[in-house]
């Protein structure tokens, strides 16, 4: 059997909101910063990301995230590039719904990126932890803004960081148990739990490195904003990020 592009892991109700999303695994990506690793799309499964993106109907699969274009955020993923490829691959048809027996093999000794595009919150815990459980993937990272969602699942956080746009976020985060991944302003100070996303300070690819893999990593991450549209970040969070905070 041809190796799919990619597979199809979830298709059903976002944990935020009750919508359609589905949940996509690509196995090659070009991205500079993480490196070859598999890549997960979570989409809107009846809108195509720009639409929803434009109508806040992403809330679906970003949820509380401020850095949403809807709300005039900062988040660097250019909805019309990746998310728009997968989304119109996936109204092609051109993934196959996941079957362990078939396409386990293609994860074996991979890593996984959990949400390339989209909160892994979104997405029922029972996906991701079968897929890491029950496949012979070499590490995971991931990331999650909804940790004060109402309906926040916390088992997330055995596989994400906590995302954090302030120190005091950052500390409230830890204190319910979370490892954090802070954006900072360049000129803000990092607190002494943290230390400089490697990508950042070694020029390491996140295959290589596998910090941000939620409560198994031993530090918590700070990394400066960056992106086209760090400066709605600064606008945002610059004064919060100055702010002195005590553990």
Partial sequence: MKKPLGVILYDGSSVLDGEPITVIATFNSKN????????TWILKSDLAPMDASK?????????????RHYLNGSCYVDQSRAP?????AYKNNSYPTYDASLHAKYFKN?????GAYGDPAAVPFTVWDDLISNTELDGHTGYTH???????????????????????????HQNLGARTFRVKTVNAPMLPNEIEC??????????????????????NIVINVHGSKASRYTQKFSKANLIAVSN
Avoid: W
């Fill in 84 to 88: 728009t490829m997968v989304y119109k």
């Fill in 32 to 39: 500079v910063k993480t490196g070859n690793m598999i890549q």
């Fill in 55 to 67: 109508t806040g109907a992403d809330y679906s699969i970003c949820g509380a995230c401020p850095h």
């Fill in 146 to 172: 909804q940790i004060r969602h109402t309906k926040f699942d916390i088992r997330i956080l055995r596989y994400c960081m906590a995302s954090a746009d302030t120190p005091k976020q950052a500390l409230a």
């Fill in 198 to 219: 490697l990508s950042d300070s070694k020029n390491l690819e996140c295959l290589d490195c596998l910090l941000c893999s939620g409560n198994k990593a031993p530090k």
């Fill in 110 to 114: 991979r890593k996984l990126r959990l």
